[in-house]
Structures are given as structure tokens and as C-alpha cells.
């Protein structure tokens, strides 16, 4: 194929700016898409996405274009990509694989966080920007404005600037047109030493390990040999294909600049690293890509089976995740609480979430999450620099010279009549102000430094409610600084419960002991003997709740006689439930769980 023809392009945007529309009018623009087969977010192709509305994982296909204004036939490789900032390493993993990208702005709503987000991760990429305003049909839309906002916060002129509808098929020929006349074909040698990169990758019941690549330089041919840079594993070609008309359609070469699949029979999903380089194995490239920066958790909590003889089928399950998701990470743990399971890490509590969903959804499991925490430094009076990813890790306090906790960068666009109480939220949650900048009128850019663990559980949700829906933001971690950390502990009858630990600030200990035991005195049922909750930090008890035992009435068939011997039943009674106290085991139901995460 002529690599002069072939286009490679993402389309990114902020979460809800119609991303996954606008890929649906260009399916069926090329013809991709039959008339008959038309449907909502086809891209979208999980039930978890479809039910949320928004985009999770990135999906790429292959379309044929024929533009009339050039006459000519082009081979467009498009990825649809997700705009939630939980989700920004499966944008750069797809923006490595492009020489171009759409950047998508609601003309209702204007510049958003993860709009200038994606923005700069485009740039920082060397792609080639095409700016769309979208739902310019809308009643809302203000396109003169967002026109101005376009311009002056990313420095667009206006003739670049493409009016569309996905909603109505508006402006989608001029966008195509705009992709292959001014989105640079791809690099690489022709006849070059075969190199390709692996930017993703699935795992197919019947195929195994479906492994997406791009080809750099050469070729790659079916049933040849291929040899995996950094993991030094040589595989066969079992097919190679293309993602073309929503299906696998397989081909005899993929040729330079052209992105495709392959499969070589692994079932073990371990065998592939996201990123890594694939060359001949008889004559090798010298050097690798440079693949993808390593992305490291922002957010980590537990996850256990709630049947212990599951815990095979959770690792065989992560192993698969974590082979389309490349920015989750796990290690296994054990628990006094729940037995065997994994330590898991995520970019955010939304990846969180996802993350257990489909965990229980496609692998058939019922699984328990533990209390999310961030990662918190500590150095030791030996002077020894130790990371503390869950309570259990946490030394002595006497061992502690200084804990430090991660702060980030938080970026914020709300509209003007909401900044005062935004900044004022942020602040009580230990946000420090950094600047502002006016966008237009009616918007304003803020930005401020606050510790991740403020941000990461409701902080998102209690801004939309502030700003009334029309707020946005977007974080990235800046550094590690020095803070008063404890550790919050809950006890059921004097035990540890180390599944509610939490690791937190300690001006905040004391409300957050009220709120977990007042909510845990509410879900744990009464059982036989009494249940004392306490919430301690060390040996200090900051709450304390009771649960009453269920009532039993001992002397119920004893309709008389004399008092010594209902006395006598009680005493045999009393006995029971104070050797029940000391050897009874707390049932905690499951939603307990859950609903501390809400906290």
C-alpha cells in the first residue's frame, strides 16, 4: 500500500463534548457502517460504556475514504479515545500510534479541564491538531464565544476552526477532507528492517492474545516469525488482520505506517508488555521505540473474592484486565479480614470503580474492596525513604521521623458566579491557591496545589454540584510534602479490623472516627452478643459506638414456679453471650464495604 494514502488519527475531547458520536458519523460517512446496522456509540462496544455514556477503552478501525475534492482513494486509521481524566494513559497510548489528531469542543460548554488536557498531550506528541466545534445545532450553543475561547487559550486561528453537528451529520465531509489534506502521512522506511510497536492489546477467548500494533518501518507478513524487543520472546504469525467494518478481517502484510493485529497462540497474557517493540528475529532493529512512560498509580485500595476458593479465577482475571488496561497494576496480599488477594493500583476512583465492574461482570465474580488510599512517604529515624501504600505497611510511631504525602496540580474551569465558593470548597480541603485567568466572560481558569488524597474520592462530584454541572477539572501529580499523618484504626470488640484502616491527616481524624463508626453501628447487623465499634488512632479512642445483642427470651417456657429458677436459666444465658463476646466472630456484610467508600 501506498503509505502517501494512509491517514492515522485520534479524536479527543473532554468527557461528554460528543467524541463518540462525531466516530459514528465518520463510520458511516466512508460506508464502515451499513444503514441497516446503525446504532449509538458503536465504538463503544462494552455494556459498561453504553450503560455510563462514556468512553472506557480506546477502539480503533480501519476506514476507506474516497474524497472527492482530491480525487483520490485514502485508508483512514481511526481511534476513538476517552475523555475522563482517569483515563488519560489510554489517550497517550493511542496518540503514540497517530500523526494526527481531531480535538473535539462542545460549542454549548466551551473549553474544558481535559479539553486543554488532551490539548497538550497531542502536542507533546508532535501531532497535527484539526479543532471541531461540535453540537452547533444545539439551542445552547454560543459559537462566537467558544470560537474566542478556541483561539485565545490554544492559539487556533478561525479558519481552522471546523462548525459540525455529529448529531446531524454536519460538517463531517469537511473534517475528513480537513484530516487528509492537512494530517502528515506516516514516517519509517519502506524496505526497512522490520519494526513495529504494540500500543494494545486484547485477549480473545478463541484467539488468545490479540496484540495492535503499528508498523514503523518494513513489513510484517503472515506466518512470520516476530521477536518481542524487551521480553526477547520469539512468536509465529496465526493471523494477521485489520479491524475493518466493526469486525477482525484478516490480511497477508501489514505494510509501513499501516496499524493492524496479529495473534501468535499465547494464551498467557503476561507474554505481552503494552509499549514494547517487535522486530525479525533473524535480523533485528538495533535500538527499541521508545514505547510509554510508566504510569504510576495514584490511587490503591484491596481486592479480595468473597469466596476464598475464587482467588484463582481473580488472578487469571487480572492477568486479562490488565492486558487492555496497561495502567493497572497489582501484587497479591494477604488479609486478616479476607484472606488471599491483590493490592491493586489505579489513575482514579472512577478506574477504580470500572475496574470492579468488570471484574465482576465479565469474569462471573463477587468480590470486596477495601478503603481506596493514596501513596504516602516516610522516613525513618535510620534516614530510610519508605513508600506506604496501605495502613498494614505503616511502622511505628516511634520509628517516624517525618511522613509526607503526595500534592497535586488541580486545574479547574468553572463559571465566574461559582468561583467564590469553588475556592472556598478547595480550601477546605487543604487546597492552596496558585492563580487564576479569565477565559471569557462568563469562565475562569483556576489553579491550585492540594494533597491527592482531598481529590480523589468525592471532590469531583461536590464541584458539579457547586458550579451547578458546568464545572470541570483536571490533576496530575506534582510532589511529595511534608504533613501530620496517622493511622485510624476501627475495632469490633477489641480487634482489628484492618479492611476500614485508613491512613489520613490527623485535623481530620476525629470527624472521619464519628462518621465511619456512626455508619458502621447502622450496617452491621445485631447479632448474638453485643458489639462494641471503636475508631482509634494508637491507643487513643476518638469514637465509640455499641451494637445491642439480639434480645432472647431465656424464660420463655417457664410459665411459673420459683424466681430462683428463671434466675438460673439468665445466669446460663449471661455465660453464653460473654463466651460468645470473647470467641464470636462479627458478620459484616458486604455493602458495609461499599458504603465506607462513600464516606
Request: contains cysteine; negative net charge.
Amino acid at each position: 500500500m501506498d503509505k502517501s494514502l494512509i491517514r492515522n488519527f485520534s479524536i479527543i475531547a473532554h468527557i461528554d463534548h460528543g467524541k463518540s458520536t462525531l466516530a459514528d458519523r465518520i463510520l458511516e460517512s466512508t460506508g464502515a457502517v451499513d444503514s441497516r446496522h446503525k446504532g449509538d456509540q458503536l465504538l463503544d462496544d462494552m455494556e459498561l460504556e453504553k450503560e455510563r455514556g462514556i468512553t472506557i477503552k480506546a477502539s480503533m478501525v480501519r476506514l476507506n475514504y474516497f474524497s472527492k475534492k482530491f480525487n483520490k482513494e485514502y485508508v483512514l486509521n481511526l481511534i476513538d479515545t476517552p475523555g475522563h481524566v482517569d483515563f488519560t494513559y489510554e489517550v497517550s497510548k493511542s496518540l503514540a500510534a497517530c500523526e494526527g489528531a481531531v480535538l473535539v469542543v462542545d460549542a454549548g460548554q466551551g473549553i474544558e479541564a481535559q479539553t486543554v488536557g488532551n490539548y497538550y498531550l497531542a502536542m507533546e506528541n508532535n501531532l497535527h491538531v484539526i479543532p471541531v466545534l461540535n453540537k452547533v445545532d444545539l439551542i445552547s450553543a454560543d459559537v462566537p464565544r467558544v470560537k474566542s475561547q478556541v483561539e485565545s487559550v490554544l492559539g487556533f486561528k478561525e479558519d481552522e476552526i471546523i462548525l459540525a453537528s455529529a448529531k446531524e451529520g454536519r460538517g463531517i465531509i469537511e473534517i475528513l477532507d480537513r484530516i487528509v489534506e492537512t494530517i502528515p502521512c506516516p514516517g519509517g522506511e519502506v524496505n526497512g528492517i522490520p519494526k513495529a510497536l504494540i500500543f494494545d492489546c486484547r485477549f480473545d477467548p478463541f484467539k488468545g492474545v490479540v496484540v495492535f500494533v503499528k508498523v514503523i518501518d518494513g513489513q510484517i507478513t503472515f506466518k512470520s516469525s516476530l521477536k518481542m524487543f524487551h521480553t526477547g520472546k520469539i512468536c509465529k504469525i496465526e493471523e494477521l488482520g485489520v479491524f475493518k467494518d466493526l469486525k477482525y478481517s484478516a490480511v497477508d502484510s501489514l505494510g509501513c505506517g499501516e496499524v493492524g493485529y496479529f495473534t501468535a497462540n499465547m494464551r498467557d497474557p503476561r507474554e505481552v508488555v503494552i509499549g514494547d517493540t517487535i522486530t525479525d528475529p533473524r535480523n533485528p532493529c538495533s535500538e527499541a521505540l521508545p514505547g510509554y512512560r510508566t504510569i504510576k498509580p495514584l490511587v490503591f485500595c484491596g481486592i479480595y473474592p468473597v469466596n476464598p476458593a475464587d482467588f484463582p479465577e481473580l488472578r487469571d482475571a487480572m492477568d486479562k484486565l490488565k492486558l487492555s488496561d496497561a495502567s493497572f497494576v497489582f501484587e497479591p496480599e494477604n488479609s486478616q479480614s479476607f484472606g488471599t488477594g491483590f493490592r491493586c493500583g489505579f489513575l482514579g476512583l472512577l478506574h477504580m470503580e470500572i475496574v470492579q465492574e468488570r471484574l465482576e461482570r465479565e469474569y462471573n465474580l463477587n468480590l470486596i474492596l477495601t478503603v481506596p488510599n493514596v501513596v504516602y512517604r516516610i522516613r525513618t529515624r535510620e534516614g530510610e525513604l519508605i513508600e506506604v501504600d496501605t495502613p498494614a505497611k505503616l511502622p511505628a510511631y516511634q520509628d517516624i521521623e517525618e511522613t509526607q504525602e503526595p500534592y497535586a496540580n488541580l486545574l479547574m474551569i468553572v463559571p465566574v458566579e461559582s468561583i467564590e465558593g469553588v475556592c472556598d470548597f478547595t480550601k477546605s480541603r487543604r487546597g492552596i491557591f496558585i492563580s487564576n485567568e479569565y477565559l471569557s466572560e462568563d469562565r475562569v481558569k483556576v489553579v491550585f496545589q492540594i494533597p491527592l488524597s482531598e481529590i480523589i474520592v468525592d471532590f469531583y462530584d461536590r464541584i458539579k454540584s457547586i458550579t451547578r454541572g458546568y464545572g470541570s477539572m483536571d490533576y496530575e501529580f506534582k510532589e511529595y510534602l511534608p504533613t501530620n499523618l496517622v493511622k485510624l484504626d476501627i475495632l469490633l470488640n477489641g480487634q482489628v479490623c484492618d479492611a476500614f484502616s485508613s491512613l489520613m491527616f490527623k485535623d481530620k481524624a476525629t470527624s472521619r472516627a464519628h462518621l465511619l463508626v456512626g455508619k458502621l453501628k447502622e450496617l452491621i447487623p445485631r447479632q448474638l452478643f453485643e458489639v462494641v465499634i471503636q475508631a482509634a488512632v494508637g491507643t487513643q479512642i476518638l469514637a465509640s459506638e455499641k451494637v445491642r445483642p439480639v434480645g432472647k427470651h431465656a424464660t420463655s417456657k417457664c410459665s411459673g414456679g420459683d424466681i430462683t429458677r428463671k434466675r438460673k436459666l439468665w445466669d446460663i444465658q449471661k455465660k453464653g453471650k460473654k463466651r460468645l463476646k470473647q470467641f464470636g466472630r462479627v458478620e459484616i456484610p458486604q455493602e458495609a464495604f461499599l458504603e465506607v467508600l462513600k464516606i
